[in-house]
């Protein structure tokens, strides 16, 4: 004997369970709808050779450049960042991560002589070039005029940007943009000094350009 709350798949059905078995099938299809709707759209289109790059297998490259007076031959991810070779792959440190997007001035670095963040500079762009980070900028066990200038008239407070204020400082005196106060502090805009020591750095500057030193 059938139980009398059981439903007879081969007899007739009530309208009541045509309305609940469509109940349910729309909420099936509306689950599955909103599962394609928040899969990610690369997920589906792309290329099976990018899984690999994803992974971090992507191919290396071979490049060729000098860095602080000293030829190099490396293999590099082509992603890598000048930043990111200089400080994890060379370990010279003294380049500074700061905001990694360009708007700080703490990975200033010199490419064949002119200034450059490295953190917007891919490594493989720089194939042949010379680089020359803070710390080639001294001579030897001496230290770089302009490094002592910031010593002398205390263009720093906790150092951490100072590198890039160094080496911004020096290329505004070579590219010839240290005649005034109002022409310093333009042209250096672009490094950041949370501690505040920009008069000091301004006043480095000048004493540097008129002390007539070579930079």
Request: with cysteine; glycine share 10%.
């Amino acid at each position: 004997m059938k139980d009398k709350n059981e439903i007879d798949a081969t007899g007739p059905r009530r309208d009541g369970d045509h309305h609940q078995e469509d109940r349910r099938l729309f909420l099936k299809q509306s689950l599955a709808m909103t599962g394609l709707t928040l899969t990610p759209f690369s997920f589906f289109n792309a290329e099976p050779d990018s899984y690999s790059v994803l992974a971090g297998n992507a191919d290396r490259v071979d490049l060729s450049l000098t860095i602080n007076g000293v030829k190099r031959r490396l293999s590099v991810d082509p992603r890598t960042t000048l930043l990111d070779l200089v400080r994890e792959q060379l370990g010279l440190t003294g380049t500074k991560k700061g905001c990694d997007l360009g708007q700080c001035g703490a990975c200033t670095v010199h490419v064949d002589g002119q200034r450059v963040l490295s953190c917007l500079s891919f490594a493989v762009m720089q194939q042949g070039r010379k680089i020359t980070t803070i710390e080639g900028l001294s001579n030897g066990a001496s230290l770089h005029p302009m490094q002592e200038a910031f010593i002398k008239h205390d263009g720093f407070q906790c150092g951490y940007c100072t590198p890039g204020q160094l080496m911004s400082a020096v290329s505004c005196i070579r590219e010839g943009h240290a005649n005034s106060e109002a022409e310093i502090r333009e042209y250096m805009s672009g490094n950041l000094c949370r501690c505040g020591a920009y008069p000091n750095i301004v006043k480095a500057i000048l004493a540097v350009k008129t002390s007539g030193q070579s930079v």
